[in-house]
């Protein structure tokens, strides 16, 4: 069993202008220990499933199963479930002063979600989240601890939250574009830091981003969403060389390689529905470069590509099994 199962979930808010779909149907899992990449453009209910996970969404209509360790995250009690956030599933955000309150010193903040959860004195509180702020390589982090989140830079305020979300050292971690507000080096060492800590900490996670070269590196598994499906599911390396969704195709086009450089990027023509209206039949006809009659008309369902050694799946009725042997490098494992 994996330590999260999804299960035909779906997630939709009642709005003056209608019923917007935010999620529909999705399935997705993650082992313990290991790492879920959701990939998807902005609006595509990656948020929004995530929340969901949480339990944190509200005025939705909610369906399917949230299994965390087997017990229905969706039908607890909101004390289980509160317990549970923060102890067994950390959260940062896109954002990290959403999660900070500005009025409080970063070390009160994160010796406070110490105290929530545990039976622990102030001073050993506070210790551990001076020793939490140091692991994330926050320098000085006994000055730190009784500064307040606008001391702190853009970089230093994520490593915050990261620090905060770790503390209690979670079996999850779910991080919401934890690095879209912060420059390509700072990205790239806050990924590298969860990537460490993960390691260390034994910790699943789920990494969701709009970017597929983000969960190049680290994803054991990649969900790509799109108008609040998941359109296709599978393990990395299948995902990466040999694509079964138009969608996930496009995405992968658009992303600067090697040898092509930032020159010549594909992309994907047109915009996402919108929410409230779907077009009939696949979501992504509109936009899809192979689109059939079929596609036009009727919904496709989900299509287990799964082989003997692969995990791969797709919502296409043009997908069909990879000749997987064809990709030599596809055997070797990870994705540069
Ligand atoms: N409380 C709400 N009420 C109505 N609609 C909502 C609500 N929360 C989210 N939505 C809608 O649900 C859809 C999915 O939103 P979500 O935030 O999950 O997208 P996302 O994939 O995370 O996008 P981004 O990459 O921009 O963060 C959007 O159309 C959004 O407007
Ligand atoms: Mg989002």
């Not at 317990?83 to 994160?110: C, N, T």
């Given at each position: 069993m994996s330590l999260l199962e999804v299960k035909d979930l779906s997630v939709s808010f009642p709005t003056p202008d209608g019923l917007v779909r935010?999620?529909?149907g999705a399935n997705f899992s993650v082992d313990a220990g290991k790492t879920l990449g959701i990939v998807g453009e902005s609006g595509s209910g990656k948020s929004v499933a995530c929340m969901t996970v949480m339990g944190l969404v509200r005025g939705a209509r909610v369906s399917g199963q949230v299994l965390f360790d087997g017990r229905d995250v969706l039908a607890m009690r909101e004390d289980d479930r509160r317990r549970l956030r923060g102890a067994e599933i950390g959260m940062v955000f896109q954002d990290p002063l959403s999660s900070?309150?500005?009025?409080?010193?970063v070390g009160w903040q994160i010796a406070e979600a110490v105290r929530a959860h545990e039976r622990v004195s102030w001073r050993a509180a506070q210790v551990r989240a001076m020793e939490m702020l140091a692991l994330v390589g926050i320098p000085n982090p006994a000055r730190r601890v009784?500064?307040?989140?606008?001391?702190?830079?853009g970089g230093m305020r994520q490593r915050a939250m990261i620090a905060m979300s770790l503390v209690l050292q979670p079996k999850l971690l779910i991080a919401d574009e934890?690095?879209?507000?912060?420059d390509v080096t700072v990205q790239a060492q806050i990924i590298e830091l969860i990537r460490q800590l993960q390691g260390d900490f034994a910790m699943a996670v789920i990494m969701v981003t709009h970017d597929l070269g983000v969960v190049a590196?680290?994803?054991?598994h990649v969900a790509v969403m799109y108008a609040g499906k998941v359109v296709e599911y599978a393990e990395r390396r299948h995902l990466y060389?040999?694509?079964?969704?138009p969608y996930t195709k496009g995405l992968l086009a658009s992303l600067p390689t090697?040898?092509?450089?930032?020159?010549?990027l594909a992309q994907i023509a047109g915009q996402p529905p919108s929410l409230i209206s779907l077009p009939p039949g696949c979501s992504f006809h509109p936009r899809c470069?192979?689109?059939t009659e079929r596609c036009r008309a009727e919904e496709p369902t989900f299509l287990s590509l799964t082989g003997d050694d692969a995990v791969q799946g797709a919502?296409?009725?043009?997908a069909r099994p990879p000749a997987r042997a064809v990709h030599p490098a596809a055997a070797k494992g990870p994705v540069p």
């Amino acid at each position: 069993m994996s330590l999260l199962e999804v299960k035909d979930l779906s997630v939709s808010f009642p709005t003056p202008d209608g019923l917007v779909r935010a999620v529909q149907g999705a399935n997705f899992s993650v082992d313990a220990g290991k790492t879920l990449g959701i990939v998807g453009e902005s609006g595509s209910g990656k948020s929004v499933a995530c929340m969901t996970v949480m339990g944190l969404v509200r005025g939705a209509r909610v369906s399917g199963q949230v299994l965390f360790d087997g017990r229905d995250v969706l039908a607890m009690r909101e004390d289980d479930r509160r317990r549970l956030r923060g102890a067994e599933i950390g959260m940062v955000f896109q954002d990290p002063l959403s999660s900070l309150h500005p009025l409080y010193k970063v070390g009160w903040q994160i010796a406070e979600a110490v105290r929530a959860h545990e039976r622990v004195s102030w001073r050993a509180a506070q210790v551990r989240a001076m020793e939490m702020l140091a692991l994330v390589g926050i320098p000085n982090p006994a000055r730190r601890v009784e500064e307040y989140p606008y001391q702190f830079s853009g970089g230093m305020r994520q490593r915050a939250m990261i620090a905060m979300s770790l503390v209690l050292q979670p079996k999850l971690l779910i991080a919401d574009e934890p690095t879209t507000a912060l420059d390509v080096t700072v990205q790239a060492q806050i990924i590298e830091l969860i990537r460490q800590l993960q390691g260390d900490f034994a910790m699943a996670v789920i990494m969701v981003t709009h970017d597929l070269g983000v969960v190049a590196g680290m994803a054991d598994h990649v969900a790509v969403m799109y108008a609040g499906k998941v359109v296709e599911y599978a393990e990395r390396r299948h995902l990466y060389y040999t694509p079964a969704h138009p969608y996930t195709k496009g995405l992968l086009a658009s992303l600067p390689t090697r040898s092509r450089g930032k020159a010549r990027l594909a992309q994907i023509a047109g915009q996402p529905p919108s929410l409230i209206s779907l077009p009939p039949g696949c979501s992504f006809h509109p936009r899809c470069p192979v689109v059939t009659e079929r596609c036009r008309a009727e919904e496709p369902t989900f299509l287990s590509l799964t082989g003997d050694d692969a995990v791969q799946g797709a919502a296409c009725w043009l997908a069909r099994p990879p000749a997987r042997a064809v990709h030599p490098a596809a055997a070797k494992g990870p994705v540069p």
